[in-house]
């Protein structure tokens, strides 16, 4: 598809939409506005960076870029890793950092009305007051429309789910520019096509979110946190496999291999013990019940073969692992300064997670490559980050084949090449293999919303 360049016309325009203060065009911008958190970059960077403050002005903003065919990707905060927000095609940046407004709490029905540009860890800030949390937690300084847009999840998801389960209503700018909302205040509806679903996760490529009101959890009255070591991350993935077997509900289970225990020891001074290892929390509504739960499971991980198992864990303590948890990813960055990260994320049932752990452990053995296995184990989800030199043609393309090695077993075991990073550019080519036909009626559902394709050209589909 031939795509439109903004012309000067096109930046005079836009300026009047947004004001002369919300447009740049400047090097710097341009630049910042190309990259997100992944190595990608765009073979035409956009020609101008606008940030509108509402529907309006987004709405305005579109109905030009329609009638130009300029393309038009709109950007969060920028912390994705598959590339999700490059814009590929040139165009128009529509950047929503001034949609920062938490607009309501109503803490009687459980929900937030809030603005796309607002920080997840900052509305659970305003929530705390209230006795309440948004759940979702990728651990990244993220926006609520970018972890809408990629349906993001996090350490929490085996217990409350994703970002997906807690959106009750989304204001959307389609790429005409027709403003629409999706959705109710309801805690359920069997009323017509579940629309807000469809816009959950689609990357920006069937519509602009600026507002969305979203469901709320109670904060847990009661929580335990253990550590469990064990002598191979297979043994730690089996534990996970028994303890939900069982029928035990945790708020999170991470595994962590040794060497990233190691870092996570350096760069955070947590004094575990540097073999493969098991984060847990538990949350109860009592001190009894989180006891029944523990105890059993203590059992379960030492039945796995755990050499060692702590719980009880207090609140600093609590919080410094999880603190250490998030940031792995910039732990192993640092282990490796001048390589550039690519990362797999696949997700399996339960049942094949010690499998896939133990396949992505010969894959990185096999290419010869740097990766460290990781994920949140509970609901099946393993993380694998390389780290290489992608000017380095022979050595990028072994992690290349090491990732695609790790999606496509992901795949052979009825599993997903994206568990919650989303597809961006990175999963594009594995689509047809895990959607078959069904990826002709996402093209389909893409055509009639944004027919002439402006709307984050170049993600999802390959």
Request: proline share 5%; glycine share 10%; net charge negative.
């Amino acid at each position: 598809m031939q795509y439109g360049r903004c012309t000067d016309r096109d930046l005079r325009e836009l300026e009047a939409i947004v004001g002369a203060e919300n447009l740049s065009s400047g090097e710097s911008a341009i630049n910042l506005c190309s990259r997100d958190e992944s190595y990608y970059t765009p073979e035409a960077p956009p020609e101008v960076v606008v940030m509108p403050d509402s529907a309006a002005e987004v709405s305005a903003i579109l109905k030009l870029a329609n009638a130009q065919r300029i393309p038009v990707t709109a950007r969060g905060a920028g912390t994705s890793i598959e590339g999700n927000p490059v814009p590929l095609y040139g165009g128009i940046v529509v950047d929503m950092q001034r949609f920062d407004e938490i607009i309501e709490i109503r803490p009687a029905d459980f929900v937030a009305i809030v603005e796309a540009g607002v920080s997840y860890k900052d509305l659970n800030k305003s929530l705390g007051q209230y006795g309440l949390f948004f759940p979702p937690d990728p651990g990244a300084a993220a926006w609520l429309g970018g972890m809408i847009a990629n349906n993001a999840s996090g350490v929490r998801t085996i217990r409350y789910g994703a970002t997906r389960d807690y959106v009750l209503r989304l204001t959307v700018v389609l790429a005409n520019g027709e403003i629409i909302e999706t959705g109710s205040l309801a805690a359920k509806s069997s009323s017509g096509y579940d629309l807000t679903r469809l816009f959950v996760g689609s990357e920006g490529t069937l519509g602009i979110f600026t507002q969305a009101t979203l469901r709320l959890a109670g904060l847990p009255a009661h929580f335990s946190a253990a550590v469990a070591t064990f002598s191979s991350v297979e043994a730690a993935a089996q534990a996970v496999f028994e303890i939900m077997r069982w029928g035990f509900s945790p708020a999170a289970l991470e595994v962590l291999p040794a060497d990233l225990v190691a870092m996570l020891n350096r760069d955070s001074d947590l004094g575990l013990r540097e073999e493969p290892t098991l984060f847990m929390e538990f949350h109860g509504a009592s001190e009894v019940a989180l006891q029944e739960e523990l105890g059993p499971v203590e059992r379960l991980c030492q039945d796995a073969g755990a050499i060692s198992f702590q719980s009880g864990l207090g609140i600093d303590e609590r919080n410094k692992l999880w603190e250490a948890r998030y940031q792995a990813f910039e732990s192993i960055k640092r282990t490796h300064p001048g390589s550039d990260p690519f990362v797999a994320d696949v997700a399996v049932p339960i049942s094949s997670y010690p499998e896939m752990i133990e396949y992505a452990e010969e894959v990185i053995g096999d290419y010869g490559v740097i990766g460290y296995p990781f994920g949140h184990a509970g609901d099946g989800n393993v993380h694998v980050v390389f780290m290489g030199d992608a000017q380095d043609e022979k050595g990028w393309e072994n992690v290349q084949k090491a990732n695609q090695a790790i999606v496509t077993r992901a795949l052979q075991l009825e599993g997903t090449c994206t568990a919650e990073h989303g597809v961006g550019i990175g999963k594009r080519r594995f689509m047809e293999e895990e959607h078959g036909r069904s990826l002709a009626v996402m093209r389909q559902i893409k055509a009639l919303l944004d027919p002439q394709g402006i709307l984050n050209p170049g993600k999802i589909f390959p």
